[in-house]
């Protein structure tokens, strides 16, 4: 029988930035791309924002692979099943590592928006180091089961908390819905908005351009 063991060490990783953080930056943004997809790729559903009022954060999942039997496209995964809590850690800790180089000043308005399996990972890094963003936007994703109210007591009355999906959402059934929004009901009450947009498992450009203003 084999034995399974652990062993620490350093790793580097990166990630991708869109626009400059200035005096004039009015949004802050850290954004968490879905499974199959590049930061690089990712930011660019940002492109369209103001740049000189906003500031984007586009970590990157750590687990890459091809995507095609040609080998020609690379996505990225955050987490899978298989060794979750300590995956779930190294992230976290690589997520701070980025937090901490970029948001060197007041941040004056913090967005926080996971995407897909980026909804794990962006309520996994708020709850659990007690990040006070402004707004929180569950876009098209999956709350984790493991999230309790008692994580998000923290965040102050005036945070904005957007449960996102597409009517025509192919990964999203009607029990899907009802499930997640009485997750998000339980978790942050009267803070959860649900905003339904015209479209299927896709990022909403026209509500990021409506939240940026």
Known sequence: MSTQKEVS????????????????????????????YLS??????FSELNAIENYIIAPQAPSKYY?????????????T???TLVETQNIL?????VFEKEI?????????LGYSQGVSIATRWVASRKIQCDTLVLHSGGIPNELKPADFEFLKPSVKVIYLYGNR?????????????????KLFKDRLNIEVFDGVHEVSREFLLKLSK
């Open 9 to 36: 060490y350093n790793t580097t990783n990166t990630y991708h930035t869109l626009n400059k953080f200035t005096k004039k930056t009015k949004n802050v943004w850290m954004v968490f791309h879905g499974m199959g």
């Open 40 to 45: 690089k790729y990712f930011i660019n559903y």
């Open 67 to 79: 995507q095609d039997k040609a080998f020609k496209h690379v996505g990225a995964s955050w987490l």
């Open 81 to 83: 099943r298989e060794n």
């Open 93 to 97: 800790n690589y997520i701070d590592a």
């Open 104 to 112: 060197f000043n007041s941040v004056p308005n913090l967005i926080v």
């Open 169 to 185: 959402d192919q990964y999203i059934t009607e029990a899907r819905k009802t499930e997640e929004q009485l997750k998000g009901s």
